[in-house]
């Protein structure tokens, strides 16, 4: 990816606990990401969150809920982001579980990657 001001911003919202094939859904996305040359992702660990089930996860000692908030954000050319959005939706369908998926713009100004490491 270039630095390009027309670029968008994905971001998945799903659960700790969501699984495919045994295996987080947090890091399927990721993984298909990555199989498709996408620019980078990066998952988010949540503290709290309520969505539409309105059930309130939370990290706080006395009530440990272990279904903690995950969200996947991902900085990649507009055409990139589409083309990878059918693949986040089936994998969410997989899980069985809700989540949430949203686009928005990202105006990126600088992307290198550090000197010495291969992409």
Not at 22 to 27: A, N, S, V
Not at 73 to 85: G, H, S
Request: proline share 4%.
């Amino acid at each position: 990816m270039v630095n390009d001001p027309n670029s968008k911003l994905l971001r998945i919202f799903v659960g700790e606990l969501d699984k495919v094939n045994h295996e987080p859904l947090y890091e399927q996305i990721v993984f298909e990401a990555k199989k498709r040359n996408m620019a980078g992702a990066t998952v988010l660990r949540g503290i709290m969150s309520y969505g539409a089930s309105s059930l309130i996860h939370s990290s706080k000692l006395l009530r440990l809920s272990e279904d903690l908030p995950i969200v996947i954000e991902i900085v990649e050319k507009e055409d990139n982001i589409n083309a990878f959005l059918p693949v986040v939706e089936e994998l969410i369908e997989k899980s069985g579980r809700g989540g949430l998926i949203t686009v928005e713009k990202a105006d990126v100004r600088y992307y290198k990657p550090k000197k010495g490491s291969g992409r």
